[in-house]
């Protein structure tokens, strides 16, 4: 989203994402994206591998930079530390783009194809902050919860950041979420 | 998978399995797989919306158990008790059926799309586990949180379980994931 792509990225996605609210995402083609973009179906798919993958555009940049974050973590801090922290970090940089954010979800809660597309990203993601993480000499199965529940516990701080009724603090959001797999967790016997 | 399922569901899914693993999931057409069966194509879509939901057969009999199970449970019981043994009592059933799983997975590894689908189909679960525990007074954030908490405990249980080097009980296998959240969230600041 936004500052995170190249001009060409964002314009693409930007006209993809205008499209598909305005007709269906099964009804819009890439070449009337391209056209609404004032570019060409070559680089279309310079940047993407297909229609799909332009409302994911953004999240390579999230894996990136979480699990660059989770690398470069303090020696001291634990692994869901590492891990809620550098998730923490990236989403203070969504709010600028909140009204593109509820654009792309109205897109993808309208279509079950790419709701899953999704989740195997973020499941894509949470892998790479395991691997992160056994590069700090976490261990598994340590590594790959911390992760996945790291990964749940942002999926579930996007949902509510993105419905928005209270307020949209990134951080404490995030924190409220940790804070409920606490309590569940607490309740186990 | 197997008892779950009427006979020509049964008979569509194990001819779709061979035939995925014969010469991959994209080579393989419907009416190969009816051919195999000995079934018709109508039969075929009476069972499945596409191809892809062939592998997906046994998720409604997890879904339709592990609800009634949590929506079941002793009052005494708090969310994450009423999840966790609804998942560890439909796994139970998988020992059984523990080829088909592996040649299944087998499958859905070697197909992004089927991953992103199980994926998704897994989410659905969740959810109307977060729906059940509702139904049981339990209110939100932590309904949804326990939902998804016992359905990630259930994913990581289930891919120990499938590549089981060590033993393959279940039960155990489930309460060390939870054992491991628990090791995970005790960490964070």
């Not at 001291?76 to 783009?97: D, L, M």
């Not at 199965?141 to 992760?147: D, E, G, L, S, Y």
């Not at 790291?150 to 009724?165: A, I, K, Q, S």
Request: glycine residues 8%.
């Amino acid at each position: 989203m936004g500052r995170w792509q190249s001009g060409a990225g964002e314009r693409l996605e930007r006209a993809a994402l205008d499209l598909f609210l305005e007709q269906g995402f099964d009804a819009t083609t890439v070449p009337q994206i391209t056209a609404r973009a004032g570019l060409t179906t070559r680089t279309f798919f310079r940047h993407y591998a297909d229609k799909r993958e332009v409302v994911f555009g953004g999240v390579d940049f999230i894996q990136a930079f979480v699990v660059s974050r989770v690398i470069g973590a303090p020696a001291s801090a634990t692994p869901i530390e590492a891990v809620a922290r550098a998730y923490q970090e990236v989403g203070a940089n969504f709010q600028e783009n909140i009204e593109a954010f509820r654009q792309r979800q109205h897109v993808i809660d309208a279509t079950p194809e790419l709701q899953a597309r999704e989740l195997g990203k973020l499941a894509v993601i949470a892998s790479a902050i395991a691997q992160a993480l056994c590069e700090r000499g976490v261990a598994d199965p340590v590594a790959t919860m911390a992760a996945e529940l790291g990964t749940l516990v942002f999926r579930l701080t996007f949902e509510r950041w993105l419905n928005g009724h209270g307020p949209h603090d990134w951080s404490g959001l995030f924190r409220d979420r940790l804070k409920d797999a606490a309590i569940v967790i607490a309740g186990a016997s």
